[in-house]
């Protein structure tokens, strides 16, 4: 089952009154007492100001904070920014005073656990923050963006953030193609599910204002979708999601992946959506990220060379950078350099095209190159 209601601003009390709406359909709050113990986990990308569309959006957080604490006091919340110290970008992204007026919890980013998945595809451990696995409840509050690597990121690629910051890296260094990236947000996303069998998993997807083309962060564009997405499910969250701006089911690979391996239900036939129905969004379309590529174009990514050959790499756009160095402390295979006073400047031939480098930078300064002749050559039907 999806919830979907349609919310055409941030208004606070239209915001409560969706979400509000939301809890009650999906019982949600019944199983909440003053004993649960809650975990809020947001999408913090970085510091962005709210208007962008980048993060979860502060008034999200109000509305879903003012409900909660109506049921439990025993409320953490929090994210791993992937380069960034947390307090510094809740306060730029309008949520540290909301979560100081709930007196809730923040996430204490240095104590980990490790969960596992007991039917791995690649990898079955995983090193996470444990206050994020030890609560009672676990409310996703994803962003609905379009993603340059993944295609999409709503509910499920979220819980990447469950790694400590630039751990992240290592994890695109090891599952360094997009179909093995897939695999392993997978992987982590099943050993979550075991972690959390008794227990409960709700997400509520932020797509008020969401963003499109060349998301998850400043190189995307805000693009008002104006809906609240929420289930027990987040496969099927993210197919409903995919549907609704009308982007290609056949290319958000993370979620198909989820889907093979019993994670969620994404045949849109079978999911059943309550509240306001798809057709009720007729005129919201979101721009796809350029030149992306689907289940049978990421095949040829597995070898390093035709990566190489065939794909677009990133480029620094020196009119825009600020040489903040971002891009080079966030950067896996460590092939982006900067010196001081320079720009940075990347080694083409050792990038692995994980765009983490476009995911932090604050000020849209990093762009993808045209893609080579010989990629448009044989990629040119995949589209």
Known sequence: MVILKKCESYDFILVKEKVNE???????????????????????????????????????????????????????????????????????CGIYEIIKEYDCKILEQTIFTKITNSNPIIYSEFEVSKQMIDADVLINLPKLKTHTLAYMTVAEKNFFGLIYGLNKSAWHVKANNPLHFGNAINDLYGALLESYKGKTIFHLCDGILGLEGEG?????????????????????????????VKLDQNKIYITNIGQERGYGEGDLSKINIIGNQLNDFQDISFKAPKDSLSHIGLKFLKFKFLRNMILEHPKINKDKCIRCGECVKICPPKTMKIEKGQFPHLKNNQCIRCWCCAEVCPKNAIEKSKRPLIGKIILKGDK
Do not use: M, W
Request: glycine share 4%; net charge neutral.
């Open 22 to 92: 939301i809890f009650l359909e999906s019982n949600l709050l019944d199983k909440i007492n003053e004993k649960t113990n809650v975990f809020v986990k947001l999408n913090l990308v970085g510091p962005f100001d709210p208007s962008l569309g980048i993060t979860t959006h502060p008034i999200v957080v109000k509305a879903v904070l003012e409900i909660l604490s109506t049921k439990t006091k025993n409320i953490i919340i929090g994210d791993n920014p992937a380069t960034r110290d947390q307090i510094a970008t809740l306060k730029k």
């Open 216 to 244: 998850p962060s400043s190189a995307g564009d805000a693009k008002y979708a104006n809906a609240l997405i929420a289930s027990y499910d987040a496969i099927s969250l993210d197919r409903v999601a995919c549907e609704l």
